[in-house]
Each structure stands twice: as C-alpha cells, then as structure tokens.
C-alpha cells in the first residue's frame, strides 16, 4: 500500500472531505498516476483516507493510503509528482511511503487549539480550564447519525491534556483524544470549557491536528 | 485571510466557496500592478465558477502585463446574513481584498433574474449604486453579457457595457482605463474616451425622452457619442484565446466538467430565441484546435467528463470528425463525452451510438410546439415524423426515459396547439410501446413546458406576453390532457417569474427605480426558489408606480422606439420585422447553412464566412 502524509492548512481547511475526496482524483489524474480499483461488479478505486477532518480544522498528519495501477512507481515519486501537478493552496504531500500497517491501527492523535479571547483572558482561566479537565465526567452533547443529538461522557476519551495561557488573549491547549472506533472530535474540548465554565468561553478557537499514534501511542506511520 | 472572516466561515453552508485557493487560480502581487480588476459574478460561486464568459475573461485579463483579475461572487443568504451582522465588505477570492479596493468592477450578466444580485453585491461592497455618486477612476463599474443587449434597466448602476464577445474588447477597455490612470484623466474624460472603443455603450451618454403616452419617444446620443453601438465578434476562434489551463473548483458546482465550446452563433434562427440572433454570425473552431484543446484540458485539470457546448451542438459541420477524434482520446482514459442540446433533426442513429460507446446520457428534444404550423410559425424546424423517428431509435437502442421541452404562451398559440402537445406526447409513449427492448421496465417521459417570455433582438420582440391568468388557464389545460397517461411527469412553472423577466428583458430605464426598491426590500437571488420572492417584487412595482403589464402584456406598434434601439447585435431591425411577417404566416426561414436570407450579421464578420 502506499502512503502519503500530507497537511491540510489555509484556506484548504475550508474543503470539505468529500470535495477532498474528488480533489485527490483529480490531482492523481493531473499526475497521470492511476489508482487500482476493485475486480467486483461495481469497482471502485482502491483509496482511504484515515480520520476525516472536520471543515475548518488544520492537520499536518493527515493520511492517505491508495493502491497504484503501476507499481513500478515508488511512493516517493508518486509524492514528487502529485506535488509537481498541483493541488489547492494549503495541500501538500509531505511524504509517500509505502506501509502494510492497516489505518485501524490509529488509536489517538494530539490536537493543539488556540483558544481566542478578544477581550482578553480572564482572569484564573488557565487553572480552571486546567482543573476541568481533572474532572471524573465531563459531558457534552453530540450528533449522533442514528439517535439524534445525545450526551455523552467525554472523559474517557481524554487522554492527555495540556493548558498554558500563550499571551493576554490566548489560551492553548494540547490535547491528546481517542481516534479511531469511536472517536473524539477535539471540538467537544472547547464545547465543555463552555458548558462547564461559561464566563472563559472563547470568543475563537483554531484547531491544528498535530500527530496521530497508534495503540501504544507511537507516532502512526 | 482576516481574523474577521476565519470566524464567520464556519457559520455559513459550502464555505470552500469563499476563500479561493483552488488549483490554478491566479495571484499577483498586488504592488506590482497597475490595475486591479474585480470579476464580480451576479450569481453564487457554483454558477459563475460553470461559466465560460467569465473563465475566458478572466484569464485574457490576467494574461495582461500589469493586469490582475480576481473573482467575486453573490454571497449565500446565510454569509451576507453574516457579512452584514460583522461588517465585513465584500471580498475577491485571490486577495481577499475588499471589492471597493479595486480600480474597476466588472459584472458578467447573462440572466435578467440576477440584476438584483448586481445591486446586492455593490450594496455589499460599500460601493455606491449609482455611476452619479462614483467620482473618479476608482471603482468604474462595467458590465457585458447577452444581458447588455438591452442594459436600460441597469444604466443608472453601470458606468458603461461591453457589448458583445469580449476577448478583444476588454484589452482594449482595460488599456484605455490604464492610460487614463496614468495620466489621471477625470471619469467624464474617461467616459467620453471609452464610448468611442467600438462595443462599448455609456447610458449616461444616451438621454432617454418619453411621450405622453409613457412610451419611448426619443434617444439622443450626447457628447458625440455614437447613434449605435455595434457588438464586437471574435474573428478568428482558432487563433482566439481558450482557458485551458483553468480553475479546477475545489467543491462542487454546477456544471463540475470540462467545457468545450465548438462554435458560436447558430444556423437555425428559432424566433424566439434571443441566443441565435445575437451571437450571429456562425464560426465554428476546427475539430484540430477543439482535440488539441480537449486534450489541454483533461491533461491540466485531472478532470474526466467533457461537455459539448454550443447552442445547438450537432449542428457543428465537422462533428463525426470531432466525435471520432475524442471518443480516440477520450475512451481509453474512462472520460465521459455528453453532447447536450441534440436536434431531433439530426440526432443519428450512428452519432448516438457514439455518445453510447462512452456513456448513456440522458435524451432530450426540445420541439417547443405541439403542432406543425406553431413550430414553423416560431421557426423550431423539427417535424413530429423526426422526433418519433429519433424516440424510435433511442428506445430501440436501450433508453427508457426522455425529456421533452415545450413553451406555452407563443405569439399565435391556440387551445389546439396547446392540446397538440399531450398528442405529441401520446404519440412518443406508443413509440416507445412499439421499439422498446423492455416493455417490463415502463417508460418515464418528462415533459417541461416554460412559459414564453418575448425577447430583445428577436423577431417577437414587439410581441406581448400572455396575461398570467391566461397561461395558467393553458396549463391546466395541458394537465388535464396528461391525467390519462401515468408515464408522463409533467413540470410546469408559476408565471411569476417568467413574467417579471419579460418586465425586466424588455424594460427601460425607468425599471431602475424598481430594482432598486426591489434590494432594499431584501429581494436576492431570485433565479433560486429558495430565495424568489413575487410578493416583494409587486410591492416594489407598487411603491415606484410602475405598471408590469405596459413591459409584459403590452405589444409594441412597430414605429416604437425601443429601449435597445442604440445598439445592434448585427441582425438588421427590418430582417426581425420580416421574419416576425413569416411567423405570422407560419411559414419558415431556411437555416443559414441552406440558404443566407440576409440578416446582416455577416457584415461583422470582415475575416471570414458565416458557417464556413
């Protein structure tokens, strides 16, 4: 299988998947790379991509895994070329590579959001947000396809979170939160300092996914 | 991008519709140009991005030394919502720079039902609506598209139109607005200078006298500007820049394929259609230059579907060639071809199977009429006997649903006519009863009646609309003919619109009032039901004191003066005239290509031969 690594920042955090989905043929095509697709009735490109981000959110470890038509083409060159022929400004392969580690390897990945105080940050906000989070449950709510809006106790699916107040109007935290089956969109983070701690609500936050790692928490590849 | 801005995305739908970056978009740096030109489509992304006009333009502007050409679009209803509430002006996608921070303005207007959008966006912009309150150079605001034929509606807004194809035009309006910069000429100075580049209207330099009656009774040309404006042709297609190295939209939009466009003009002359008369004369592109172009495209774009487009594709000359020529390109790389606007005249069983080879689309005929003396009377010369021979092939061949155009509300249209169409319809059901390859499967026929709205530079242009009452009488009509028979969907329209179109198509410059009450009532987007708003349209009407029925229902004496009476698209007034006498005597007009019946557009066409 090969692999690509790529990011996903600027104005292309406005892509939405799908639209991404049809970005990555178009720029294969550009490339004249050809994707292998299925032998079944209805075949289909073999191509995945790993964690879809939500729109808006910046990654550096974004991951796409396809199967090429020609495997006389290595990884690295499928990467130089896609990189040759062009994509929307904010795309770019950092790296291709060729992995047999399957995607559902993907246990967590560590997210940094900017929180944005405009006028700015209370006073005591760091150690409260930073206390939030020692909490046994936190709730928040969530779409869910089949029930609708639900609860949910999102504790349990924070790993790790770091606080540090970067200047007078910002707050930053580094959070590292399940992925993979089910997981937990960063998102919900700020959602609780909002829930839990109202009067520290963010007038903006940016969110960068930073690194995905696997079940023992190395860095996935 | 500002802070501002990245806050309000992720409120609105689509946002990746409003931030530019896509493949192939072009940026310049802005401190080292000379002129700054903001492509403003009145209409969302999805449609202006599936434009050809604006793709071309956009890339002969940005082809000019100095030159930097951005895009804007018509902003959703939930983003002006928010632009509004944050006080965020409008932006071009490249810089992201306000609309108002550009030299010039450019609008692309090929629907009548986007005038508002135009008035929306300046109002969004902080830009002044009216070309009076614009002082100096900065922020001229111009406007070109089959709209600028009869531009009276919007020339308060537009300090001038440019009429016609623009390849050639809009380098030299452009250059001239670079030089008077340069030399900081005042904007009449400007004004005056631009009205004598050929294809080029100033309003202000027109003044329009009315009689008694409320009728046009006089145009007069000021400051020695011209008496008519002629519309500007590409000479040459071949040698005529073509986008192809262009855009690849990074979501979705309307027409999300390759645009090839194989001709201009059209040999049929349909009465009714302001397209055949003023993209006249026909010159076609050689198959050479379209494969050496579909072949740029699919290369630099990655994408893998190509359209056809003309306005009436399978009359190009050359199309077998053509067709053998992308079908060898085209299969061993799984790109679709689809060839729209098929006649049913012409539609071959060989030139289908072709289409076939790659892909089965759709099929559809547009007859327009029920019967054989209203279609010779509109000049939609296609016989019951072709279409049924087409259906028989197509259903022969495998299809098992098409779609049928008419128009209800033609100058001449009886009760029979109307009633013809259900027969019309009948008899393409037992067609399909007697080819079809699978009885099992059923047939859906689609049958779409639009109601007629009469034209600027047509042959109908004097004619009045129906009254609303009166269409809608016929369409009921037509549906109670199509109860019996459960294979046809029938889709019709309300007349509102269609009717507030003919107002504007054909209006004067007394509309502006109206449009401009219109905005301010929150009238936008009108070509989306969504947003299409009748009630305030009326209320508009209302307040400015303006009467629709003496633009829509009103037939105008042949010695009237017309709003459009300043420009010519080519066609000679008394060639309409003459051709609005045949209609009434249902007789037809040969096509260009079997005999030239004199319409004058070849005169434009100094380099070459219509439809050579």
Known sequence: MTRFLFCKEGTAVWISHLDLQRMFQRAFNRAKIQIAVTNGFNPHAYVAMALPLSVGMESQCEILDCRLADESISPEEAAERLNRAGFPEGITILKGYSSDRKLREIGSLCARLMMEYDNGVPEG?????????????????????????????????????????????????TATVQAGEPSLNPELLVQAVTRYLPEDRPDAVKIRRLEVFDQEGNAFR | MNREMERILPQVQKPARYVGGEYRQIVKNKNEVDVRVAFCFPDTYEIGMSNIGMRILYGVMNNMDGVWCERAF??????????????????????????????????????EMSYTNILNMLNLSGIPLHASEREGLHNIVFAGGTCMYNPEPLAPFLDFCSLGEGEDLTIEIVELYRRAKLEQWDKPRFLREVAKLPGV?????????????????????????PKTVTKRIVQNLDAAYYPTKAIVPSTEIVHDRINLELFRGCIRGCRFCQAGYCYRPVRAKTPETLIRQAKELVEDSGMTEITLSSLSTSDYKRLPELADGLLDYCMPRNINLSLPSLRADNFSDELMQKVQKVRKSGLTFAPEAGTQRLRDAINKNVTEEEVLRSCATAFAGGWSSVKLYF?????????????????????????????????????????????????????????????????????????????????????????????????????????????????????????????????????????????????????????????????????????????RKQAYASRITPDCRTKCTGCGANLLYTEGNCDD
């Open chain 2, 201 to 225: 209207y100033v309003p202000s330099l027109y003044e329009h006298r009315y009689a008694e009656d409320g009728t046009l009774s006089e145009i007069v040309p000021l400051d020695g500007a």
């Open chain 2, 407 to 579: 128009m209800l509300g033609l100058p001449t249209e009886t009760d029979e006519d109307v009633l013809a169409i259900a027969d019309l319809v009948e008899k393409v059901w037992l067609c399909w009863r007697e080819n079809t390859t699978n009885r099992a499967r059923g047939v859906r026929i689609h049958v779409s009646t639009a109601f007629f709205v009469p034209k600027p530079f047509t042959p109908f242009q004097w004619e009045a609309q129906l009254p609303p009452e009166e269409y809608q009488r016929r369409v009921q009509m037509l549906r109670d003919a199509f109860r019996r028979n459960r294979s046809v969907d029938y889709d019709y329209h309300a007349p509102d619109l269609s009717r507030l179109e003919a107002v504007l198509a054909r209006g004067d410059r007394r509309i502006a009032p109206v449009l401009e009450r219109a905005v301010e009532l929150g009238v936008k987007l009108d070509g989306w039901d969504e947003y299409f708003d009748y009630k305030k349209w009326l209320q508009a009407f209302a307040d400015c004191g303006v009467d629709l029925d003496f633009y829509a229902t009103r037939e105008r004496p042949c010695e009237e003066v017309l709003p459009w009476d300043s420009i010519s698209v080519g066609v000679r007034k008394e060639y309409l005239a003459s051709e």
């Open chain 2, 74 to 111: 018509a902003p959703w209803g939930d983003m002006e919502e928010q632009m509004r509430s944050h006080n965020i002006p409008l932006w071009a996608l490249e810089s992201q720079d306000p609309v108002k921070d550009f030299d010039m303005i450019a609008f692309s207007v090929g629907y």
């Open chain 1, 125 to 173: 906000a760091e150690e409260r947000i930073r206390e939030l989070f020692l909490r046994e449950e936190i709730t928040a709510s969530k779409h869910s396809k089949k029930k609708g809006q639900i609860e949910i106790n999102i504790r349990p699916m924070i790993l790790d979170v770091q606080v540090a107040q970067k200047n007078t109007c910002q707050i930053e935290m």
